[in-house]
Each structure stands twice: as C-alpha cells, then as structure tokens.
C-alpha cells in the first residue's frame, strides 16, 4: 500500500465515523432490528486465507458493524452512565492511533509520558483532588479499583509489619475491610482478585437513597480499608464523606472512594457539596469513559500517598519515585498500553474547567426535568434527584419490566432495568454532551407513550 492509499484509506474511515454520528439522530437508540444477528452470520466463517482490502474492510464495518451498534454516542442514551464522546477526544484518539505509540515508559513514549503527566494534573485540578497525588490511567473504574485497593492493602498490611509484595497474603494480618452496603458490583470483583475476600467484608447500613449511615458505625482497627461511594450507580447519592473519613481516619484505616461518575460533581460548584469532604481520602477511582466523555477504556486511579501506589504497582520490587521521571510501568497495573492519556488531554482542552462543570450541571438539570415530566404524568420517582440519575417504577415489578422492554424496542431511548430496594425499576443516567433540551422532550415522550401502551396492573 503507498501513502496515497493510506491517506485515502483514513480519510474513508473518518468520513464514514462521521456519516455514523451524524445519522444517530434519526435511527433507533439500540441496534437496528436484526442487525446483530446478520453481523453475526456475516461473520461466521473461517479465517480467510488471503488478506483483503482494507477500503472492504471498511465497507463490511460500516455496512454490518455499524447499523448493530448500540447508540451510545447519541443524545438519548441513557445506558450505564457511560456518557458519549466527545469530537474533540474522539478525533485526537485517531490521531494517537496513527503515532502507534507504547505508553509503558518515558524511552517508549516520551510524548505520552508528558501529556499522562499533564491529563493527571488537570484532572486533580478539575476535582480539587491533593496534587500530590499520583496516579494510573486504566480501562476502567473496576481496574482503578484494583490499583487503588492493591496500593491500599500493601500499605496497611506494610504498617502493621507484612510485606504483602515479597510474601504474599498467607500468614497474613487479617485486613478488615468496610463497605457500604449499596457499594457497586465491581468493588467485589477486585476484592476477590486482591484475595480480600467478598464475603468477608463488613457492610454498613444505608438509608433509602443507598447512602452508608453515619451513626453507629463499628469499632475497627488497623490494618483496615474503608470503601466509601460518590454517586450511587443507581440513585446517584453520595456516602457522607466527612463524617465517615473522620471516623476511618481515627481506626487507622485507609479510606478508597468509588467515585466512578459521581466525582465529577466534583468539578461543578453547584454540585460539589454532594462530595463535600471526599478530597481527604486515600484513594481515588473514577472513570474518563463516562462523564468525561472520552472514547473507551478509559478510567482513572488517584493515590493520595504516590509511595503507596509505586511500592504496590513498580515492575521490579520496591521502587522509589525520584519526582521527577515519573515512569507509567511504576504506577500502574499494565505495561504495554495505548495512550489514553491523549484523549483525557483532549477533552479536558477542549472543555476547559467551566466546560466540564457545565456538562455536568446541564445533564444534573436535564435529569430533573425528566424526572418533573414523569412525576407529572404519575410515574413514581424512587430516588431524590440529585445528580444525573433518575430511578423510577411503572407500577408492578412485571409491568415496569415490561414498559422498559417496550421503551427499548421503540427505540427513541435507551434505559436499562435495575432493581432498587427489590423493585424492578427503570434507570435512566443522563452523562453525554450530546444530550439536547430537545432530546429530553423526545425522550419523555416516548417514555410516557409506552406507559399509556402497556396495560395497567
Ligand atoms: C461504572 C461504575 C463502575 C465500574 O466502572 P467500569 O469503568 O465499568 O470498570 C464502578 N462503580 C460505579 C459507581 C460505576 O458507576
């Protein structure tokens, strides 16, 4: 292939991404009817013996990729809290795809070691976190969970006299572990893959917004972490932070926040309050793919204490962080890895602090109109709408399922089940720039629509 080809080869690529994002707004929310099972008979053959051509390639994505894909990078998806992506990141992401660079180290990458250390910066910036804090960038809030637990674990476990990197858990200090008892799935995932255990942890109380309650709490002693929340993935509330790190602080224990959407609240003065305090932990997990808006995987690990992140994360025994050279293989989980910081970079420049604190207060806004709409129209809102989430019930557990299926095959929206304090209900996470006034009215709509189709209990 010669540079003519190439060049007419991405500029192809880059004009059909932009046909697919300009035609979201006129197709379904979900994949097209029967999309993902012709990709999937399209796809079911065996490896080809000759290579093919790359403008086919293209063409086979485009015509059998595209119309299965899920509309996530529209305004009205309102799936997971993963919110869309926004140009400006999304465009410098194929650019760092073309300088194919290796973000393990400064010899690898000398470029990416730079804008790593810059993205983490701005994001301390952005949330008020310490700046002395140091940090990993990684596929997501499950794996941030993983760096900023496993620099918890060794630490404590270091304090009361184990070295948990020489010589592993057994015989081990038992370390007590507090967690709410809304605390999200994925924190159980990684304090089984810390050899923490998910059953043996201690879950605190919450009242009915999944908040941990602040009275009574346990007598604890070191080696201990406690896990706090900011943003509820369901109700979108945050756990007391000052009460709760002040009572941490006095056991001795580390304090590790799940903060993977709801930190950024962080970065909006009206909204900061919620997260009042939080600044004071030890540790960190957030995500960039979802309110950031940046393409995936994209999340975020920040350690307060950058000695703890390096002794638990540094490819060769204790390594000590000179200050000056960070090297991105001593902090984080992965070695060889794309430069995800480009992305970070590009959405925080191209957002600036008022930018970000305006997205996050415009979807916060959007999330209660819709709530208003509904209530007005008699669906009960289970939650206090606080921050971008909406939880509400259609009635039954069998016919709120019911009018979330018929929203999803209708296809103007896309909100997912969940249950809530054991009721079937409807989530709707309201984190994408490309949101509209004008796709909340659409959306409200045919959220009101399927609930007149749908028989009453
Ligand atoms: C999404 C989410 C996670 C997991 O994040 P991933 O990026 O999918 O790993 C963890 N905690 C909360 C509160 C979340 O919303």
Request: aromatic fraction near 6%; glycine fraction near 10%.
């Amino acid at each position: 292939m010669d540079s003519g080809d190439t060049r007419r080869l991405l500029a192809e690529a880059a004009r059909r991404a932009a046909a697919y994002l300009d035609a979201l707004d006129g197709r379904p929310a979900g994949p097209l009817p029967g999309a993902a099972e012709t990709l999937a008979g399209a796809l079911d053959r065996p490896l080809p013996e000759e290579g093919r051509d790359a403008q086919d390639i293209l063409a086979f994505l485009d015509d059998f990729g595209s119309p299965a894909t899920v509309a996530s990078a529209g305004g009205r998806y309102f799936g997971f809290v993963t919110g869309g992506v926004l140009p400006a990141s999304l465009a410098a992401n194929y650019l760092a795809g073309a300088w194919d660079q290796n973000s393990f180290s400064q010899v690898s990458s000398p470029a990416i070691a730079a804008f790593e250390a810059a993205a983490l910066r701005w994001i301390k910036e952005a949330l008020g976190i310490p700046m002395a804090a140091e940090g990993a960038l990684v596929t997501g809030a499950t794996m941030a969970h993983f760096t900023c637990l496993a620099a918890a674990r060794n630490r404590v476990l270091k304090q009361a006299g184990w070295d948990v990197d020489a010589d592993g858990l057994f015989g081990a200090p038992e370390v007590t572990v507090v967690v709410g008892e809304e605390a999200h799935a994925t924190l159980f995932k990684v304090l089984s893959m810390l050899g923490l255990g998910r059953k043996r942890v201690v879950r605190l109380p919450c009242d009915d917004q999944g908040r941990i309650l602040a009275r009574d709490l346990p007598e604890i002693a070191p080696p201990a972490i406690v896990c706090l929340q900011a943003g509820n993935v369901n109700s979108g509330a945050f756990d007391p932070a000052e009460p709760l790190i002040g009572w941490a602080r006095e056991a001795g224990a580390w304090v590790h926040v799940d903060g993977a959407f709801g930190l950024w609240a962080l970065a909006s003065p009206d909204r900061a309050d919620l997260a009042k305090g939080v600044a004071a932990a030890d540790s960190w997990a957030l995500d960039a793919h979802k309110w950031l808006n940046v393409p995936y995987d994209s999340g975020i690990a920040l350690v307060a204490d950058a000695g703890a992140l390096s002794d638990a994360m540094a490819i060769s025994g204790a390594y000590l962080m000179s200050g000056e050279r960070r090297e991105a293989m001593n902090v984080t989980p992965e070695s060889s890895r794309r430069a995800r910081a480009v992305d970070i970079w590009a959405a925080l420049s191209a957002l600036g602090r008022k930018g970000v604190s305006e997205l996050v207060e415009r979807n916060c806004r959007q999330a209660s109109e819709l709530a208003d709409g509904l209530r007005q129209a008699g669906v009960e809102i289970l939650n206090d709408v606080v921050l971008n989430q909406v939880v509400a019930s259609f009635g039954s557990d069998e016919r709120t399922r019911a009018v979330v299926a018929r929203i999803q095959d209708e296809g103007e929206c896309w909100c997912g089940a969940t249950v809530w304090h054991g009721r079937a209900a409807m989530r709707i996470s309201i984190s994408s720039w490309a949101t509209t006034h004008e796709d909340i009215g659409r959306a409200l709509s045919a959220m009101l629509k399927a609930d007149r189709e749908i028989p009453r209990d």
